[in-house]
Antibody, heavy 117, light 109 residues
Framework: EVQLVESGGGLVKPGGSLRLSCVGS????????MNWVRQAPGKGLEWVSS????????YYADSVRGRFIISRDNAKNSVDLQMNSLRAEDTAVYYC??????????WGQGTLVTVSS | QSALTQPRSVSGSPGQSVTISCTGT?????????VSWYQQHPGKAPRLMIY???KRPSGVPDRFSGSKSGNTASLTISGLQAEDEADYYC?????????FGGGTKVTVL
């Protein structure tokens, strides 16, 4: 059974940093691109970042480029999102999702990030 | 990276059909075959319903179908059922980014 489990969410002050992690199981992690998608409270889905299976292709939404860094460790079946210079508008549930070309077939349960003083 | 345009809400009675549109540009929806649709119930993670414009993953009822014409993609739910009441999002590949629609709430009357 494919599973994606996110961790690392929490409360952080504006300007602060947080590192999210997602561990995959039940599939060959190194075969798949991975993605982070977020959803602000009461709002729609927003694509954040994608990383190819071998980390050679990395993409970011304009809203996070220069502040967030995506990375993966295929030996640990994990993908991370380092979030720096956090703003109130980054408050959201962050989902880890498997798939490429924007087509994600498995999603984690999400981890809540709250940016507030 | 502008969001794709979806109607905020659509509704239908059980057994009826509803169609949700998703309008983008030639840089996203119109330029690639990688349009996907997601269903999201309150408090739950999204579920993939359609990929590659019109393909259904295993387990998705054939009541759900997708299509595309030019810069607009569409999701049709035929034979609407109570459990179809949810939010639906389209998503398109756009080379260096991916973009979601704003979401459509489907209400079963």
């Amino acid at each position: 059974e494919v599973q994606l489990v996110e961790s690392g969410g929490g409360l952080v002050k504006p300007g602060g940093s947080l590192r999210l992690s997602c561990v995959g199981s039940g599939f060959i992690f190194s075969d798949y691109s991975m993605n982070w998608v977020r959803q602000a409270p009461g709002k729609g889905l927003e694509w954040v970042s994608s990383i190819s299976n071998g980390s050679s292709h990395i993409y970011y939404a304009d809203s996070v480029r220069g502040r967030f860094i995506i990375s993966r460790d295929n030996a640990k079946n994990s993908v991370d999102l380092q979030m720096n210079s956090l703003r109130a508008e980054d408050t959201a549930v962050y989902y880890c999702a498997r798939g490429q070309f924007g087509q994600t077939d498995y999603w984690g349960q999400g981890t809540l990030v709250t940016v507030s003083s | 990276q502008s969001a794709l345009t979806q109607p905020r809400s659509v509704s239908g009675s059980p057994g009826q059909s509803v169609t949700i549109s998703c309008t983008g540009t030639s840089n996203d929806v119109g330029g690639y075959k990688y349009v996907s649709w997601y269903q999201q119930h309150p408090g739950k993670a999204p579920r993939l319903m359609i990929y590659d414009v019109n393909k259904r993953p295993s387990g998705v009822p054939d009541r759900f179908s997708g299509s595309k014409s030019g810069n607009t993609a569409s999701l049709t739910i035929s034979g609407l059922q109570a459990e179809d009441e949810a939010d639906y999002y389209c998503c398109s590949y756009a080379a260096t980014y991916r973009v979601f629609g704003g979401g459509t709430k489907v209400t079963v009357l």
